[in-house]
């Protein structure tokens, strides 16, 4: 009977112990109050949290938004004459290119005239003096003045990173640039002080060189700055990162040119060769090829192999060129 009385007190006692460990105890020790303060310590922060989320966010929508609105603005649209003529570095206006055209088209065809030849390849010099010509010349300007920018280019980008980290401002970057660059960087950045000047904000300013220069390093260079202007960030760092992009693409484009130029060698021979022979054919028996243009057949044979040779050319130039 004792026995079962000790038990019964002492599972008594147990119980006791634990309801008091477990309601009492927090109290009497402090851990309740303790809790609400970490609880009220770990509010603020949170909250901090969600707005620093937040402020992520909106960010992210920014940029997103701003990269749509460039992108969209940078598609391919048919470019205007003098759009084309001022992107080849020229000052033309349309009446004397159409003037140069004339003259080209009335010296081709009198000096094909002049050599006796049909009346159907005197119109077709003359198309080739009138468009043909004048329209290779400005692809050829163009192309090289845009060489010349995308080589100089992330030398100007390296003037404005340089010059943010000394604390210049950004205008003052570009004005160093529009003084001190070579052409044709610094002519496109003295236009971009002018649309400033003018009345232009920084981004849109820039947005401007795209349609002047119309490649990728300088819709990356308006993408950052737009970003930069509409969203803040570190200009610094993402001209920085933008440079070495600019420098990996020229260095891939020099790999690209080494690796492809034993097809654009034997292109050149291929495409030679006509001539070459023809040449060779004339100076050993000039009574046999003279049949190609002293008779009607023979320049409907010329004017079909100008066209295949055409053909064939165009071909190899798209099979030897890359773009990335």
Known sequence: MNTQLWAIMGLTMVAAGGIVHVFLFPHISGETKAEKRRAVLRSPALKRGNSHQADAANRRKQIAETIKELGERGKKKKQSLQTRIAQSG???SRNRYFVV????AAFFGGLVWSAGAHFAVVLAAIGVGGFGIPTWMLSFLRKRRLKKFVNE????????????KAGLPLGD??????TESAEP????FRQIIEAQAMGFT???????????VPIPEASFFSIVINIQQKAGGNLAEALGNLSAVLRDRKKMNAKIKAMSSEARASAYIIGSLPFI????????????IELLWTTETGNFVIAGCAIWMCIGILVMKNMINFDI
Do not use: H
């Open 185 to 188: 960087v610094r002519g496109e």
């Open 202 to 212: 920084t981004g849109e300013a820039v947005e401007r060189i795209v349609d002047r």
């Open 101 to 104: 055209a004339f003259a080209s």
């Open 173 to 178: 970057c570009l004005r160093v640039i529009a």
């Open 277 to 288: 022979v023809s040449g060779m054919v004339y100076i050993t028996s000039p009574k046999y």
């Open 90 to 92: 020229l000052s033309w």
């Open 153 to 164: 280019f992330p030398n100007a980008v390296d003037i404005i990173i340089r010059g943010v």
